[in-house]
């Protein structure tokens, strides 16, 4: 069965430090992967998505993120974090061989940045 | 504007009494899922629609029922709702299955069950 880890569970930074989050899935296939952001009080919002390509994948406000395929990892970055970035990560995983549009998510990572 | 919305928002009931949350998406989409959230456990899906009156069991399913009447509506259903479904609930839905389109959210729906 297809899972998905995010290793870090609680990240706290200044504003202009920079961020790397981990994520690693295992499923042997073809994957499409999505990290989404949850601000407070807020519903699940897309950052970026990788469905084939360039493995460098740039999304909404400054994120990035690298898919990896022989470490089966999509970590999430991010050069210079703001206050406005506080919130949760999570990262996400599809299998499109199995023709649902399941994700199966990570149990998500709290940042925390302080100005 | 394109979004799925969930109705109520908040919702405190007592064990047993039945409930139902509404999910509604105005982009014509094919594919429709219910997630709940739980601290330190992510999102997991409960209940998933390919189309009206195609529906499918999540990682989930046990204590709730869905049912798909309508393209843009897919209800969530407790019968008998027990404290172990207090969470939070997440309504989703993207254009078509199995084509890796981009899933939208609902704003979410939190429930206590006492």
């Known amino acids: 069965a297809q899972s998905v880890s995010q290793h870090n569970h609680h990240v706290i930074l200044s504003e202009a430090a920079s961020l790397e989050l981990g994520c690693n899935y295992s499923y042997g296939g073809t994957v499409n992967l999505f990290w989404y952001v949850q601000y407070p009080g807020q519903h699940l919002q897309l950052l970026l998505k990788?469905?084939?390509?360039?493995?460098l994948v740039k999304g909404i406000k400054g994120f990035e993120a690298e898919f990896i395929k022989s470490k089966f990892s999509f970590n999430l970055r991010k050069p210079s974090v703001q206050w406005s970035d506080t919130a949760e990560y999570f990262c996400?995983?599809?299998?499109?061989?199995?023709?649902?549009?399941?994700?199966?998510f990570g149990t998500g990572t709290r940042l925390q940045v302080f100005p | 504007e394109a979004q799925v919305t969930q109705n109520p928002r908040y919702l405190i009931t007592v064990t047993g009494k039945k409930l139902t949350v509404t999910c509604s998406q105005n982009m014509n989409h094919e594919y429709m899922s219910w997630y709940r959230q739980d601290p330190g456990l992510g999102l997991r899906q409960i209940y998933y629609s390919m189309n009206v009156e195609v529906t499918d069991k999540g990682d989930v399913p046990e204590g709730y029922k869905v049912s798909r009447k309508e393209k843009r509506n897919f209800p969530l259903i407790l019968e008998s709702p027990s404290p172990n479904q207090t969470s939070l609930y997440f309504c989703?839905?993207?254009?078509?299955?199995?084509?890796?389109?981009?899933?939208?959210f609902g704003p979410g729906t939190r429930l206590t069950v006492t």
């Open positions: 989703a839905s993207s254009l078509a299955p199995g084509r890796t389109y981009e899933q939208y």
């Open positions: 990788y469905f084939s390509g360039d493995p």
């Open positions: 996400a995983v599809n299998a499109p061989s199995y023709n649902t549009d399941k994700l199966i």
